[in-house]
């Protein structure tokens, strides 16, 4: 198993600023992903995290609004821009390994904006 | 776009009885499926996943059936207890990506 850290684990911002999420994991994962749970609903992919290269993003989400880096195996980060009160949600990062299918989730980031 | 979805959207049970959650999914391709708990204010927690080669799987206190003619996926808990009260997701995946796609969630509440 993987254990993932995510911070911050909340916060709250104002209109128009933008929160980067870091998201560390104890062990080498080849997957890396980010999701959004809006309060009250289930999990909506945002993205895969490509280490050394561009995120490859689902459809409704793009780089100018959320920007995603992986530097490396362990590590990844999520920026919201330019953030509206529709961006309030938990943002959670996820790692598994290729072929074994399964995926660990951190803790939440939970995004309030005012 | 294709979908997994469940059918019940909240369950009460009874301490001590069984509880059965279920899932439909509609993507013939996904070969791997798994259950997830959700308490309040953490991450989804991985609970048992089973292969579309397979129709039956056991853990310690849950069982996960697979239907792969009528595309119904179930989660029973033997004997529920009130730590099992939560948000149960079923999540599906097709390919070597380990990308997942969850369905809407059931909220699971275990009356004393």
């Known amino acids: 198993s993987a254990v993932i850290s995510q911070k911050p684990s909340r916060d709250i911002c104002q209109r128009g600023t933008s929160l980067t999420i870091q998201c560390q994991v104890d062990s080498q994962v080849t997957m890396m992903f980010w999701y959004r749970q809006q309060p009250g609903q289930s999990l909506t992919l945002i993205a895969t995290a490509n280490q050394g290269s561009e995120a490859t993003y689902e459809s409704g989400f793009v780089i100018d609004k959320f920007p995603i880096s992986r530097p490396n195996l362990t590590f990844s980060t999520l920026t919201v821009s330019n953030m509206s009160p529709e961006d309030s949600s938990i943002y959670l990062c996820?790692?598994?390994?290729?072929?074994?299918?399964?995926?660990?989730f951190g803790e939440g980031s939970r995004l309030t904006v005012l | 776009g294709e979908s997994v979805g469940l059918h019940l959207p909240t369950l009460s049970v009874q301490e001590g009885d069984n509880s059965i959650i279920n899932c439909a999914y509609s993507n013939s391709a996904s070969d791997y499926f798994i259950w997830y708990k959700q308490e309040s204010g953490k991450g989804p927690q991985f609970i048992i996943d089973?292969?579309?080669?397979?129709d039956k799987r056991q853990g310690q206190r849950v069982t996960v059936l697979l239907n792969k003619t009528v595309k119904h996926l179930s989660l029973q808990i033997a004997a529920t207890q009130p730590g099992d009260s939560a948000v149960y997701f079923c999540a599906e995946n097709w390919g070597a990506n380990s990308k997942l796609t969850f369905g809407k969630g059931i909220t699971l509440s275990v009356r004393p």
């Open positions: 089973i292969r579309s080669n397979m």
């Open positions: 996820s790692a598994g390994t290729t072929g074994t299918g399964e995926l660990f």
